[in-house]
């Protein structure tokens, strides 16, 4: 055999082989290699978006406890005013209450050193006519002086 021949026949080979490949069995490698090279960008660029998605999310769950934060010590700051103003009104009330008591108390005071003073005055009053009766050795009637003695109660 001719070596030109089986060279030029080997070449003839070489290009239908690659001609072929180019035609039928390279497309279907570009295909498959621009699928996973799309794959993978669209699995990076969700990666991308979860990790942002993430920080957004931790950013929104600090707020969230700052907020609840404020707002438990809202919270609690009405519920002390709200028990001071309880305080303060639970002392009104009980000063209020002390003063009806004590003025009550007053009023009782008063009623008995009333009494205490009429019956003092009836005493003197009995005494007066008792001393004026002996000092005059003879008895002294009580209805019929009746003027006498309130005048002098009220002197007393």
Known sequence: MNLNATLFAQLVVFFILAWFTMKFVWPPIMK?????ATKIADGLAAAERGRHSL??????SAESVREGKEKAA?????AEKR???IIEA???Q??????KVVAG??????????????????????LA????????RREVDAKAHASILAAIKQDL
């Open 32 to 36: 498959a290699l621009d699928e996973r």
């Open 55 to 60: 920080e957004l999310a931790s950013k929104h």
């Open 74 to 78: 809202e919270v609690i700051a009405q």
């Open 83 to 85: 028990g001071q103003e």
């Open 90 to 92: 639970a002392k009104a």
């Open 94 to 99: 009980a000063k209020t209450e002390a003063d």
């Open 105 to 126: 108390s007053k009023a009782e005071i008063e009623q008995e050193a009333a009494r205490v003073k009429e019956s003092l005055r009836e005493r003197v009053a009995e």
């Open 129 to 136: 006519v008792a001393g004026a009766e002996k000092i005059l």
